[in-house]
T-cell receptor, first 114, second 112 residues
């Protein structure tokens, strides 16, 4: 029944590896986001997809590549992981025509790069 | 530059007490402001949302105020409970459809 779900919840990996995080929403929303929350708890937007098209791409290394196979899914693939990539990654979604630009967040994926 | 500043950075209060968290923003043009609560290990959950014309909104023991002239907002928590321990994040939307601008949050600890 979870509205926005992410897998995995925890991810521990070695530097240099490639990993993916998956996100799914069952709210019928047409816009999805990836955020990074660092150790200081600051949430920073990384990507935004609307109807499977990229509309926001903040200054993020090109090692990060979002992929949206359909409106309900937005996955994040990370190549050549670095220590600084360790953070909690949140997926969020919203309905473009909805009130107040309300975004709903997933539970987060804690990525630890060793 | 669009920014959202929150204070204090952290706060410790006794159970049952009231507290007020502050948010100042320089976002323009302004669309709406919301307060999120983020429990440890979870994603943020929206508490209140206010547009330019709204100056107060309540959600149970949480009451948010907005002064669009001074670009300030506050979140008042009444009769705090242990479960109120969390980070409270002020988020401003520049205009409908654009990215949200997040504050760095206030970490509230309620102790018994």
């Amino acid at each position: 029944d979870t509205a926005v779900s992410q897998t995995p919840k925890y991810l521990v990996t070695q530097m240099g590896n490639d990993k993916s995080i998956k996100c799914e929403q069952n709210l019928g929303h047409d816009t999805m986001y990836w955020y990074k929350q660092d150790s200081k708890k600051f949430l920073k937007i990384m990507f935004s997809y609307n109807n499977k098209e990229l509309i926001i791409n903040e200054t993020v290394p090109n090692r990060f590549s979002p992929k949206s196979p359909d409106k309900a899914h937005l996955n994040l693939h990370i190549n050549s992981l670095e220590l600084g990539d360790s953070a909690v990654y949140f997926c969020a979604s919203r309905l473009t025509s909805g009130h107040y630009n309300e975004q709903f967040f997933g539970p987060g994926t804690r990525l630890t790069v060793l | 530059k669009n920014q959202v500043e929150q204070s204090p950075q952290s706060l410790i209060i006794l159970e049952g007490k009231n507290c007020t968290l502050q948010c100042n923003y320089t976002v323009s043009p302004f669309s709406n402001l919301r307060w999120y609560k983020q429990d440890t290990g979870r994603g943020p959950v929206s508490l209140t949302i206010m547009t330019f014309s709204e100056n107060t909104k309540s959600n149970g023991r949480y009451t948010a105020t907005l002064d669009a002239d001074t670009k300030q907002s506050s979140l008042h928590i009444t009769a705090s409970q242990l479960s109120d321990s969390a980070s409270y994040i002020c988020v401003v939307s520049a205009q409908a459809g654009t990215a949200l601008i997040f504050g760095k949050g206030t970490t509230l600890s309620v102790s018994s």
